[in-house]
């Protein structure tokens, strides 16, 4: 029983660069949710699919973020023109369909440093 | 939005010593869920406990709804039991999302 993976693990990158995450939800889950978290600090919402469906984006997900999750299995979480305050731990979870409320699985996360 | 606060933000125990976290929310929660956060950052489930009382080993934790609180207790800490926890929350009508705390950082001495 695989967890939710993510790739890269590690990501290095030169301010200006656009930068693309992967996440594998767990088998058969339906909803991926995307966070962000910095250092010292509780991880923060972004966004949300069920299935295909984007149903919410935080205000935090500026423009220069997009989010896709074309065939309702993997997603990706691209930022473009990186800058140095998106520094941080990207982090994918998945759970399972059902009735609410839903227990969240998280994967091992994408760190991100931007030079 | 809800707010979520734990205390103590820091804790240092020597190892066997028993320990209590705390998690206080400002708004009735659908889901709340404590998490291990280990060195290398992966958050690992400990609990989903939107109200009542559940153990897992030597953990335990109690959500109190009405009251608005959530203790998760450490018992014969080891050294592995080591980092941050995190408890989380869904507010009532809350689209799924989860809000965290900023977490308590514990330390086991050996």
């Known amino acids: 029983d695989t967890g939710v993976s993510q790739d890269p693990r590690h990501k290095i990158t030169k301010r200006g660069q656009n930068v693309t995450f992967r996440c594998d939800p767990i088998?058969?889950?339906?909803?991926l949710y995307w966070y962000r978290q910095t250092l010292g600090q509780g991880p923060e919402f972004l966004t949300y699919f069920q299935n295909e469906a984007q149903l919410e984006k935080s205000r935090l997900l500026s423009d220069r973020f997009s989010a896709e999750r074309p065939k309702g299995s993997f997603s990706t979480l691209e930022i473009q023109r990186t800058e140095q305050g998106d520094s941080a731990m990207y982090l994918c979870?998945?759970?399972?369909?059902?009735?609410?409320?839903?227990?969240?699985?998280f994967g091992p996360g994408t760190r991100l440093t931007v030079t | 939005g809800i707010q979520v606060e734990q205390s103590p933000p820091d804790l240092i125990l020597q190892e066997g010593a028993n320990s209590t976290l705390r998690c206080n929310f400002s708004?009735?929660?659908?889901?709340l869920q404590w998490f291990h956060q280990n060195p290398w950052g992966q958050l690992i489930n400990l609990f989903y406990i939107p109200s009542g009382t559940k153990q897992n080993g030597r953990l335990s934790a109690t959500t109190v709804a009405t009251e608005r609180y959530s203790l998760l207790y450490i018992s014969s800490s080891q050294t592995t039991d080591s980092g941050v926890y995190f408890c989380?929350?869904?507010?009532?009508?809350?689209?799924?999302?989860?809000?965290f705390g900023t977490g308590t950082r514990l330390t086991i001495i050996p």
């Open positions: 979870a998945s759970s399972p369909p059902g009735l609410a409320p839903y227990e969240q699985y």
């Open positions: 989380a929350v869904e507010r009532r009508f809350g689209n799924e999302k989860l809000t």
């Open positions: 708004d009735s929660v659908n889901n």
């Open positions: 088998s058969e889950h339906n909803r």
